[in-house]
């Protein structure tokens, strides 16, 4: 997204898919996304209940995709 070259990708054979999300996804969503992981993986850290930690991040994704 920032400029990388063709050649730096990983699976190149999802250039398309990897361009048009992109394109559709900006900076603070992905960074507000790595946040809500960070900060569930500290929960899960505490041995709070998993499946619930995992809805709760799931939806947070929602949000803030809709944000």
């Given at each position: 997204?920032?400029?990388?070259d063709y050649f730096?990708?990983i ?9 048009k999300e992109?394109?559709r ?6 960074e507000?996304?790595?946040n809500d ?6 929960y899960?850290?505490?041995n ?8 709760v991040?799931?939806l947070?994704i929602?949000?803030?995709?809709k944000?």
């Amino acid at each position: 997204k920032a400029g990388a070259d063709y050649f730096s990708l990983i699976n190149i054979d999802k250039t398309d898919l990897i361009s048009k999300e992109a394109k559709r996804l900006s900076f603070d969503y992905l960074e507000d996304v790595i946040n809500d992981i960070v900060s569930t993986m500290g929960y899960l850290d505490q041995n709070v209940n998993q499946k619930l930690a995992m809805s709760v991040l799931a939806l947070k994704i929602v949000q803030c995709e809709k944000a």
